[in-house]
């Protein structure tokens, strides 16, 4: 069946990187959008950007740029989301989410990824 | 841009209807996504394009968007009905996701 499988969790401190990954499978990895959805704790849904697995196209939220890269290896059906400078704020439950095409919206989630930022 | 506004709570009686509304200046010219999310879990599409379930939803659950404000309708409420529903748009370049409601059924 169709399954996102997404990393472990990550504690990192202020200032630094976490990479994320999401491991497709059940479907042909490069026929459908990977989005980057993030929830800190108690809060709500914090849409983050997205990538186009075939061309590798991305686009970020405005709030994001300059400090996410979306990226993806077809090779292993993959896809990554990487977020530096990391700060206490970015502390969240982060989840990747396929967008079905022709319906435009996220028909299949990731488990979800807890990263701590804390010093 | 959309500012998706969503009521922070809301209670309805186990067997009877629940309406959550999305408002958003002119979001009826947009398709309209809804989602559950039960505590420690993803979130579950419930209904896309406004109207649309996928496999698997019970017809209890539908959508319609017009105007100014999108809704969910859930039919006989049941306890298993008890989450957070969260609307979405996609404007062709950004995500938006309202801020999410808080269903209690009592």
């Known amino acids: 069946q169709v399954q996102l499988v997404q990393s472990g969790p990550e504690a990192k401190k202020p200032g630094a990187s976490v990479k994320v990954s999401c491991k497709t499978s059940?479907?042909?990895?490069?026929?459908?959008?990977i989005h980057w959805v993030r929830q800190a704790t108690g809060q709500g849904l914090e849409w983050m950007g997205w990538m186009n697995p075939n061309t590798g196209y991305t686009g970020y939220a405005q709030k994001f740029q300059g400090r996410v890269t979306m990226s993806r290896n077809p090779s292993i059906n993959t896809a990554y989301m990487d977020l530096n400078s990391l700060r206490s704020d970015d502390t969240a439950i982060y989840y990747c989410a396929r967008r079905y095409a022709s319906w435009y919206a996220f028909d299949i989630w990731g488990q979800g990824t807890v990263i701590t930022v804390s010093s | 841009s959309y500012d998706l506004t969503q009521p922070l709570s809301m209670s309805v009686a186990l067997g009877q209807t629940a309406i959550i509304t999305c408002e958003a200046n002119n979001i009826g010219s947009e398709s309209v996504h809804w989602y559950q999310q039960k505590p420690g879990q993803a979130p579950v599409l419930v209904i896309y394009?406004?109207?649309n379930r996928p496999s698997g939803i019970p017809e209890r659950f539908s959508g319609s968007n017009s105007g100014n404000t999108a809704t969910l309708t859930i039919g006989r409420a049941q306890a298993g009905d008890e989450a957070d529903y969260y609307c979405?748009?996609?404007?062709?370049?950004?995500?938006?996701f309202g801020g999410g409601t808080t269903l209690t059924v009592l």
């Open positions: 394009r406004d109207t």
């Open positions: 979405h748009v996609w404007d062709g370049r950004t995500g938006f």
């Open positions: 059940g479907y042909t990895f490069t026929s459908f959008d």
